[in-house]
Nanobody, 114 residues
Framework: QVQLVESGGGLVQSGGSLRLSCAASVSISSAGAMSWYRQAPGKQRELVAV???????IYADSVKGRFTISRDNAKRTLYLQMNSLRPEDTAVYYCYALFNRPVWGQGTQVTVSS
């Protein structure tokens, strides 16, 4: 069974940085696009960033210029580098990939204090 495990979340002050990782239990070379989503308390889950298997990226307007998505197929890992963090970035961040079925990670909490 394919599993995605996120790590790297934590508490950071406004303006700080974090790097999230999403480790897959299988090769991600065939996964196609991989994504990061987030869900803040009381809000719907929203797309943060997507990276295709060819390296094309798409970002939510709210994170453009601050977040960078990347993937290392050899390490079977998806990353999200988050810079200039703001309190409104506080959320649980989830990794998502489509293998032969949709797969979600368990989430990692990111809290940005003002």
């Amino acid at each position: 069974q394919v599993q995605l495990v996120e790590s790297g979340g934590g508490l950071v002050q406004s303006g700080g940085s974090l790097r999230l990782s999403c480790a897959a239990s299988v090769s991600i070379s065939s996964a196609g696009a991989m994504s990061w989503y987030r869900q803040a308390p009381g809000k719907q889950r929203e797309l943060v960033a997507v990276m295709s298997s060819r390296g094309t990226t798409i970002y939510a307007d709210s994170v453009k210029g601050r977040f960078t998505i990347s993937r290392d197929n050899a390490k079977r890992t998806l990353y999200l580098q988050m810079n200039s963090l703001r309190p409104e970035d506080t959320a649980v961040y989830y990794c998502y990939a489509l293998f032969n079925r949709p797969v979600w990670g368990q989430g990692t909490q990111v809290t940005v204090s003002s």
